[in-house]
């Protein structure tokens, strides 16, 4: 097993905690216990006890999960330690070394990095920008043999925000069932969408051979609790907590509680509301600094998620451009480059406003000097 760099969050790892202003997050700004709940709530943490509680993921939570997917119940849902460790035991639980997968690009490059690592041979296919990062169904089509295992998608999209339409999601499910392979769908930026409709899931094709993934990180903002889930068929629910008990056993008892309820029908677009309100304010006030670069950087609206994946004009490399910008504005932004598309930027737009809007006034006067 050989691992190239996951560059993207080898850079986030080192630089995200030193800087004035972290704009390469790609989900919304966390609150803390006080400010996200009731007094009664944070008693009821606080009266819990540390143990391992339940490896596949309490009852409570699963049922609060299986709520949001129609026709699951807790059966369909392991959880894991973010959606990160959800795909990475997709992959060791149903690939190995020559198997052929085919991966949606530009991408987060978890999936794609860890299984080159064990020698699966990954094929891509584009969402394009002349296509509002839509992908080309011929493309995908023509891409897929009849040994490709598995097909990987991430809707909605990182970094462009794009989200697949129904009649898309139906599509990708038809082409993997004609070759009787896998969908792993990482649908981690699911109900951050700005129009408020949350997006059709690959769950929703109701074909056994697929596997969706997400997690508290993005849309509910919670990303310290490191709480991810699968769900999919109850075979394969079996057989990745199975492969959980090598990685990393259990999730946080605490976790496990707070995202039960989070997640609970009572509670859930509560949080995904507040989500939707601060992506709406911070986006208009992204597209009014965009204005004034007079068309050198440009972007497609994203559909969902706390990113901008932004094109620029000006003659720099998109890393010396990051340096730049991390060394003389104590900024830290995503270059392009670590998604292997030079001359874009991707800038995390949901920081509290006001530092979105420090940060940005920031660059402004380096960015007027290219
Ligand atoms: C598409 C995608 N999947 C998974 C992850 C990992 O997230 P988590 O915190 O749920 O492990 C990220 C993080 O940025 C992501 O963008």
């Known amino acids: 097993m050989n691992f190239e760099k996951f560059q ?62 129609k026709g699951s119940d807790p059966d369909n849902i392991q959880a894991f330690n973010g959606s990160a460790e959800a795909n990475m035991v997709a992959i060791m639980s149903l690939l190995k070394s020559g198997d052929e997968m085919i991966y949606m690009v530009p991408n987060y490059l978890q999936i794609y990095g860890f299984a080159r690592g064990l020698g699966v041979n990954v094929k891509t296919f584009t969402l394009k920008e002349s296509s509002n990062w839509q992908p080309d169904i011929d493309e995908l089509k023509a891409l897929v043999t009849d040994k490709t295992k598995m097909i990987c998608i991430c809707n909605p999209n990182n970094p462009t925000g794009s989200v697949l339409p129904k009649e898309t999601v139906f599509a990708i499910g038809e082409i993997a069932k004609e070759v009787d392979a896998w969908i792993l769908s990482d649908e981690v930026y699911r109900g951050a969408e700005l129009n408020r409709e949350e997006c059709t899931s690959f769950w929703d094709i109701s074909y056994s051979k697929t596997i969706v993934n997400c997690g508290l990180s993005k849309a509910y903002g919670l990303p310290g609790l490191r709480l991810g889930w699968s769900i999919s068929n109850k075979d394969y629910i079996q057989e990745c907590w199975a492969t959980h008990d090598y990685t990393t056993i259990a999730i946080g008892r605490l976790s496990d509680l707070i995202g039960a309820h989070v997640l609970h029908p009572d509670n859930r677009m509560t949080t995904l509301n507040r989500t939707r309100d601060a992506l709406t304010e911070n986006l208009r006030l992204f597209q009014k600094w965009v204005n004034i670069f007079d068309q050198q950087i440009s972007f497609i609206p994203p559909s969902a998620g706390a990113m901008a994946f932004v094109r620029y004009n000006w003659d720099i490399n998109s890393t010396l451009l990051v340096e730049k910008v991390r060394k003389e504005a104590s900024v830290m932004l995503v270059a392009g480059d670590w998604y292997g598309m030079d001359h874009y930027l991707r800038f995390g737009y949901g920081a509290k406003s006001s530092d979105l809007k420090a940060a940005l006034e920031r660059i402004t006067p380096i960015l007027k000097t290219l």
């Not at 009664?40 to 939570?61: Q, R």
């Open 8 to 69: 993207l969050e080898r850079q986030q790892s080192t630089w995200e905690n030193k800087v004035d202003y972290n704009l390469s997050e790609s989900g919304i700004h966390p609150g803390t216990f006080k400010t996200l709940f009731k007094p009664e709530f944070i008693e009821e943490i606080a009266n819990t006890e540390l143990t391992y509680g339940f490896t596949e993921g309490s009852n409570e939570l699963r049922e609060s999960i299986s709520s949001i997917y």
